[in-house]
């Protein structure tokens, strides 16, 4: 069985002899939900186009569900659900129409998958209220129901939570991790705001001017982040010593160039400091570190310059 269901290989794509998507290596895992993050024009919906067949690629190949010929992609894609540059509606339908013309273009035998990807999405009760009519949150949902018709085993959307207030993103969310976690479906999202992928994301791809700087997973990102305290002593052999047996804690390493990083007591750095001094250690490098999940993309997109 295929571990990914997604994998480039140097994917590039040139407009106008502009680079929006420079040589591009990346991986999407079956069953994860990979969060594609990068600034507005940053490459994210141009890989998108590449995926689904509505771009071509100038240099470069990608393989989905194992398969990289054109007319086996063509196959392929039909296990793929989509929302791109928003979801297409008819704004003068009710959902269920909404489904029912999607379903005939799709070219979906029988009526049954309607009702239950309506109440799938939770848009079961609408009834004959016009999509025109609906919330921002309403609309996403309908455009997610019509991105899961036919039972894709793979979705991919394109900034879906852009506008949405504050319960309409937190809905969106759960959406997607109840399709992830109770159907197993692998989900690529795209998006620029990241506070809201670390509460959904299991894998990350940091893209910037078409590059792609860096992959991980969600337990490497929240280990970059974690926050600690910085310690430097004359003696850190004595100094782990005093840390376990005066702090009661093992939660600390001791670094090949000894430092000791110490994950407890972030928040007591005094109490650290003052037993470390009475039990005699010379204090060389005291302080707090870590950062903000913001901070680290900030910091990963803003130390690379690519002109």
Not at 60 to 76: D, P, S
Not at 77 to 85: Q, S, Y
């Amino acid at each position: 069985m295929n571990e990914y269901v997604l994998k480039t290989n140097d994917l590039s794509k040139e407009y106008q002899n502009k680079m929006a998507l420079n040589k591009v290596n990346l991986s999407v895992k079956k069953g994860s939900i990979y969060g594609f993050i990068g600034q507005n024009g940053a490459g994210k919906s141009t890989l998108i186009r590449l995926i689904t067949g509505l771009a071509y690629p100038t240099t470069g190949t990608f393989k989905l569900f194992g398969k990289n010929n054109e007319r086996e992609l063509n196959e392929v894609r039909k296990r793929i659900g989509t929302i791109i540059e928003g979801p297409a509606l008819y704004p003068h339908m009710t959902a269920f129409e909404n489904l029912e013309a999607h379903r005939l273009l799709k070219g979906i035998p029988g009526k049954e998958c309607i009702k239950k990807t309506l109440t799938l999405v939770g848009l079961q009760d609408t009834g004959k209220k016009k999509a025109k009519n609906f919330s921002l949150g309403m609309k996403q949902r309908l455009g997610l129901a019509i991105a899961l018709l036919g039972d894709p085993e793979f979705l991919i959307l394109d900034e879906p939570i852009n506008g949405l207030d504050p319960m309409g993103v937190v809905e969106i969310r759960e959406l997607l991790k109840k399709l992830n976690q109770e159907h197993g479906i692998t989900i690529l999202i795209s998006s620029h705001i990241l506070s809201e992928l670390h509460l959904l994301a299991t894998h990350y791809g940091i893209i910037h001017k078409g590059v792609l700087l860096e992959q991980l997973s969600a337990e490497e990102l929240n280990e970059k982040c974690q926050h600690y305290l910085h310690i430097k002593v004359d003696n850190p052999n004595k100094a782990a010593t005093v840390i376990e047996r005066h702090l009661a804690t093992q939660d600390f390493e001791v670094r090949p160039d000894d430092v000791i990083k110490l994950f407890a007591y972030v928040d007591s750095p005094g109490k650290v400091s003052s037993i470390l001094t009475n039990e005699g250690l010379i204090i060389e490098e005291f302080m707090p570190m870590g950062e903000g999940l913001e901070t680290y993309f900030t910091n990963v997109i803003g130390g690379v310059h690519h002109e």
